[in-house]
């Protein structure tokens, strides 16, 4: 069935919502507010519905022609139809909307989006490397719900030596992993993690990697706020290399805030699902103690290396519920934690806030996660004193979140 609807703001996900005649909600991927479109229903549930854009009757100002030839298929950047400038108010009011409808709570008044750049910012990225039937070798991305590749020849969003390295090299990386599997060369598809450290080097990761490869092939240096980190591209990195020291000054900045305050101190910080010890290692020299804390055992060498050079620092390898069940906080702590999409875990809450900590500094990449964790601190005593919005993923409706919570 297909309808005319006036398209009346945007919502999380990217999607244009609409109402249709019966009252009932209707969203509508690739329409932008204000615009009037005819709409196919794709989906038609009893209190809401999904459409797909047919024809735009009434064009927005803020539209603009996507840049990439996959827009729409590869499902990475739905957000290309908005232009850039516009993009920043979207992220803010719909941080702003998601969070009332989430923890009936407003965000502060002086809530701000940091923008980077809008094209080739993407630094790291998963990519899938296969020889079509023609013998020749293809790269491109997974398709978000199918197992189907969209193969590209250049990403927009990916940094340009991203690009370079994939069109100089998946052919070689592919011929490699097929040597060192030992497998015969047939249409296998083989999934490679890229990082490019934004200093000339872009490092690779796939599994089978022989160990004797790893350290010149996966591993790289990035050097951030002046403080060298050393990763490798198969451990979780950020992937905005130019918008991420915004990122450290702003949680710099609610570290040293935290402990001329006195809700926080320089006693202990305490870094939860810390990555490759990343925020510790540029906090280091302001704490007398430090405890990293993070799940993913390749990350642990390189913790160790970015926190040495003395100093009382623990690196812990290990889920972040299970070290707060069996260690005690119990002065007021810096806590700062930057969990995955899944939020917090229940149990991980729990202790936090059963314990001496204060001051929360969180560092978050799902606002609906967030909005759930944040609601139990508030029944802690918890209240919102600063929230910050990152995009790091521009053309995308992804935010990165800081908050900082203390009670
Ligand atoms: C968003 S990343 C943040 C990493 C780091 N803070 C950084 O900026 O590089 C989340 C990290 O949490 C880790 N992780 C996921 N679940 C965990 C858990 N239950 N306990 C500890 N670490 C976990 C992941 O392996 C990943 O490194």
């Known amino acids: 069935m297909q309808l005319e609807l006036r398209i009346e703001k945007l919502v999380q996900g990217g999607e244009g919502f609409a109402r249709l005649p019966d009252g009932r909600a209707c969203f509508v991927q690739g329409a932008l507010a204000g615009e009037f479109c005819r709409v196919e229903l794709t989906r038609d549930k009893k209190d809401f519905a999904h ?10 100002p803020d539209r603009e022609t996507p840049r990439c030839a996959n827009y729409n298929k590869c499902g990475g950047c739905s957000l290309q139809h908005l232009s850039a400038e516009k993009q920043a108010l979207y992220y803010e009011s719909v ?4 969070f009332r409808r ?15 750049p809008a094209w080739g910012y993407r630094n790291r990225a998963r990519v899938v490397i296969s020889r079509a039937k023609d013998g020749k070798v293809r790269y491109g991305f997974r398709m978000q ?12 969003v990916l940094t340009p030596a991203v690009n370079e ?7 070689k990386i592919y011929e490699e992993s097929v040597q060192n599997a030992k497998r015969p060369p047939r249409n296998f598809e083989l999934d490679v993690n890229v990082f490019d450290n934004g200093n000339g080097k872009v490092s690779y990761y796939y599994k089978g990697m022989p160990a004797a490869d790893f350290e010149k092939k996966a591993v790289s240096v990035v050097e951030i706020a002046g403080k060298k980190i050393r990763s490798d591209a198969s451990v979780f990195f950020q992937s905005n290399l130019s918008l991420l020291p915004e990122l450290v000054y702003a949680v710099q900045n609610a570290v040293d805030e935290g ?18 010890g990343f925020f510790a290692a540029i906090l280091k020299d302001k704490f007398k103690k430090i405890t990293t804390v993070e799940r993913d055992d390749g990350c642990l060498k390189h913790a160790k290396e970015n926190l040495s050079g003395g100093g009382n620092v623990e690196n812990v390898s290990a889920p ?12 007021p702590a810096t806590l700062i934690v930057d969990p995955p999409r899944t939020g917090l875990p229940p149990s991980a809450l729990d202790a936090i806030v059963k314990s001496s900590v204060n001051r929360v500094i969180y560092v978050s990449c799902d606002p609906v996660t967030l909005a759930r964790d944040f609601t139990k601190f508030r029944e802690a005593g918890f209240c919102l004193k600063k929230a910050e919005g990152f995009a790091f993923y521009p053309q995308t409706p992804h935010l990165e979140m800081l908050f900082v919570l203390s009670r």
């Open 259 to 276: 402990i001329a305050s006195g809700e926080a101190s320089d006693a202990w910080l305490i870094d939860l699902f810390s990555g490759v």
């Open 95 to 98: 941080s702003r909307e998601n």
């Open 165 to 171: 390295f994939l069109k100089a090299n998946a052919s």
């Open 51 to 60: 459409g797909k854009l047919v024809k735009i009757l009434e064009r927005s």
């Open 102 to 116: 989430l923890a009936h709570a407003d965000l502060p008044e002086n809530f701000k989006i940091h923008m980077g």
């Open 145 to 156: 719900k199918s197992n189907g590749i969209i193969p590209f020849a250049n990403c927009p």
């Open 320 to 331: 972040a519920e299970d070290w707060l069940a069996k260690n005690v906080v119990d002065c």
